[in-house]
């Protein structure tokens, strides 16, 4: 085949000698490897790499000092069989932390924090937040306790909390008794 400017060669090819038609040859230049970069490799030219670029950011930011570093205990109250199937989201300064039922440690650098979480089922329900100051050193507790319907606030404190919403569960059970079940029981 003839191209343009008369020559056989493909002027897209790549030389014998490795380097393509136009760039010239830098002293002490590697040539790329391919795609993606292999392991061992420097990055390619032009911007350098983030640190955690394209992963989810998560609690404590990078860069926090772990020497002497104050701690939340952080109790969710309640288990997978008394609350929710679904574990409360947890967030601290608006970072999620990953949490389970129970007592979780959290490290954080010193400072005031805000503390916040919600449960979830189908929507999000018994939001709550609680500010806390800590000094180096110092462990704060947190407890943290999702309502019993969805349609109230969660509680959250230094203490152990109240679940709310009982008294209008107990009403909903009792309702579908006396509407439902007796009803069907006198047959009628």
């Given at each position: 085949m003839t191209y343009p400017g008369g020559g056989q060669q493909d002027p897209w090819q790549t030389p014998q000698g490795g380097q393509p038609r136009g760039y010239p040859v830098q002293p002490n230049q590697q040539?790329?490897?391919g795609y993606p970069v292999q392991p061992n490799q420097p990055p390619a030219q032009g911007y350098p790499p983030q640190p955690g670029a394209g992963q989810p950011q998560s609690y404590p930011p990078s860069g926090s000092p772990a020497t002497q570093s104050p701690l939340i205990r952080l109790t969710v109250q309640?288990?997978?069989l008394t609350s929710n199937m679904l574990t409360p989201k947890v967030q601290i300064d608006g970072y999620p932390v990953s949490v389970s039922y129970g007592l979780n440690t959290i490290p954080v650098p010193p400072g005031t924090h805000t503390v916040s979480a919600h449960a979830t089922w189908i929507v999000q329900?018994?939001?709550a937040s609680y500010d806390v100051t800590l000094a180096p050193g110092q462990t704060v507790d947190v407890y943290y306790a999702a309502p019993f319907v969805q349609f109230?606030?969660?509680s959250m404190g230094p203490t152990k909390q109240p679940r709310k919403g009982?008294?209008?569960l107990i009403a909903v059970i009792v309702l579908?008794?006396?509407f439902g079940v007796i009803p069907i029981m006198l047959g009628g």
């Open positions: 040539t790329p490897q309640g288990s997978v329900y018994g939001q109230m606030k969660g009982l008294w209008v579908i008794i006396v």
